[in-house]
């Protein structure tokens, strides 16, 4: 959070509510919020109540006018033209005061990218939090496959019989979705040569809804080759009924 340490052609935030027709404290609340992320920054000061004679001193934020069509576009947006009417009686350069178009297009791009960026950081954390929650359900060893289990590689073959998805997609959608099937436990392998190692199943439902939903999210890019948000690239797919 950055702190302006002068405040020329300020706004108060008790000016911005009285244009937004919001509560102070909201608008107050809005305008650390944007400071936090860098998208504003402001002055903090104290001034006497306007609630009469007695009353205890309110604190007030004051912003720049750039920085106050950002938090005007983030609360009531509909009141763009009251803020251009505010900066026009404010100012001696009228003609300094950007278009309403210019300004909030401005802010709308900023606000957005801030979305965006916030957007992809939940997305890290699900991932993680998806995988560790994995880890811990693999911790079970069982000593034979369950019915209606399957491991890795019955994974591949079915699912490349259903999508015509290669190997190396589905290991990706099995790893990196959030949403990717749980293991239901590890199987100790008891071939002689394994030497007592262990793999992992899937209920087999869980990994047909899985793909399932996969395929349903996939975007064409040509007309054999798919992109999906959650794997980088382009991959084949063939649905097989």
């Keep these: 959070m950055q702190l302006l340490t002068t405040k020329p052609a300020a706004m108060s935030s008790r000016e911005i509510a009285d244009v937004v027709q919001k509560r102070h404290d909201n608008v107050k609340r809005t305008i650390e919020t944007l ?28 912003v720049n006018e750039r920085d106050s069509y950002v938090v005007v576009a983030q609360l009531s947006p509909e009141f763009t033209a009251r803020l251009v009417d505010y900066w026009q009686a404010h100012k001696n350069d009228v003609a300094q005061i950007p278009t309403t178009a210019e300004a909030f297009a401005q802010a709308f791009r900023m606000l957005a ?31 034979a496959r369950p019915a209606n289990s399957e491991s890795i590689m019955h994974i591949r073959d079915r699912i490349w019989r259903l999508f015509g998805l290669s190997d190396a997609t589905i290991d990706a959608v099995m790893r990196q979705t959030p949403y990717a099937p749980k293991p239901a436990g590890m199987v100790r392998n008891e071939h002689a040569a394994a030497e007592g190692s262990t793999y992992a199943i899937y209920w087999q439902k869980d990994v047909t809804a899985t793909f399932e939903r996969f395929a349903s999210e996939c975007k064409p890019a040509s007309k054999l080759l798919f992109t999906h948000p959650y794997l980088e690239g ?8």
Aim: aromatic share 6%; charged share 40%.
């Design 35 to 62: 400071g936090e992320k860098g998208l504003v920054r402001f002055t903090q000061s104290e001034e006497t109540s306007h609630d009469g004679p007695g009353s205890r001193p309110v604190e007030v934020y004051f």
């Design 113 to 143: 990218d801030a979305e965006q960026r916030d957007a992809k950081r939940e997305q890290r954390l699900n991932l993680i939090d998806a995988k560790v929650e994995r880890i811990e359900t693999a911790q079970t060893v069982l000593s």
């Design 234 to 241: 382009r991959f084949k797919m063939v649905r097989r009924e």
